[in-house]
């Protein structure tokens, strides 16, 4: 029995008669003959006893009726089904990040994403850098961020660069500025990342080219960490500008920085790997954000 020869027993019993089944379905009456006698033959009893112009279904058929129906609400089911998955509305989605992004802006995508897909499962990963790319090749997650290098230029999906911008306290005497340069951070408490990331040498060579002391009191790991110590009146910092946005309050204050010092990192896809629908979604909800920080974008 297929789905055809189901929908046209349906039609029979809701309609009364094979004259408007036909009409329901938008065929003839001699194909509802046709399809009903083949689908008798199919089943191996009959389904109707005529009476008049009218077709009565007969206790089998009436049977046959309510698995009929839980047969077509299930294909229903699955029509709606496929529409949400390919409207990027249902499914899973893993994405795999490193810290900076995970703490201070990703959250803020994810949540959106996930008001206008509820029925979408989400899974976020906080690694290293170097972790989030290793896993490119396991394939353990749809979407990565990392920060550089990229030695699997097949996976990159996006590359993103953003010009540093410095962060301190609202009220120290170098906020009046409208932008901040080594001469004027000349021996000012600083709050550096390790130096393992990469702004930390950019940084230095900044300072070292100018001839201006760098004084770093404190390093963290993250942004996000140095932003904090930055609005407490710990040092100044010097961070990627979507961090900085995401920090807004009025106890810190932002000011470009220069020479221009590039942060970079970008989304990632499972080596030798296509992007599903949802994940082409997400990788488009973080594009968006992130488009007006850009200093310039490479793809």
């Known amino acids: ?150 030695d699997k230029k097949d996976s990159v999906v996006r590359r993103y660069r953003f010009a540093a911008v410095a962060a301190l306290k609202a009220d120290h005497p170098l906020a009046a500025h409208e932008t901040l340069t080594p001469a004027l951070l000349d021996a000012a408490p600083m709050i550096g990342l390790l130096p393992s990331h990469g702004t930390t040498p950019a940084i230095a060579q900044a300072f070292a080219a100018d001839g201006s002391e760098l004084r770093i009191v404190i390093r963290c790991e993250f942004f996000a960490t140095a932003l904090n110590l930055a609005a407490e009146g710990a040092g100044i910092a010097i961070v990627d500008p979507i961090s900085a946005a995401c920090h807004a309050a009025p106890d810190i204050a932002i000011r470009p920085f220069a020479p221009r010092i590039t942060y970079e990192v970008a989304v990632l896809k499972p080596a030798q790997s296509g992007l599903s629908r949802l994940a082409e979604a997400f990788a488009t909800a973080i594009d968006r954000h992130v488009r007006p920080y850009l200093m310039e974008q490479s793809p």
Do not use: K
Request: glycine share 6%.
């Open 1 to 150: 029995m297929d789905l055809r020869q189901i929908e046209l027993f349906t039609a029979i019993i809701e309609h009364g008669s094979l004259t408007a089944a036909a009409r329901a379905l938008g065929v003839t009456q001699p194909a509802v003959s046709a399809g009903l006698a083949r689908l008798e033959r199919a089943v191996g009893f009959s389904l109707f006893r005529r009476d008049g112009r009218q077709v009565v279904p007969t206790a089998e058929a009436t049977l046959l009726y309510e698995e009929a129906v839980r047969a077509l609400a299930g294909v229903a089911q699955l029509d709606d089904a496929a529409a949400a998955i390919a409207a990027a509305a249902r499914g899973s989605l893993t994405v795999a990040t490193n810290p900076s992004p995970g703490i201070a802006w990703l959250p803020r995508i994810v949540a959106e994403f996930h008001r206008t897909r509820p029925d979408v499962s989400l899974n976020l990963l906080t690694r290293s850098s170097r972790e989030v790319r290793d896993l490119v090749a396991a394939r353990a997650f749809d979407l990565g961020i990392a920060e550089p290098p990229f």
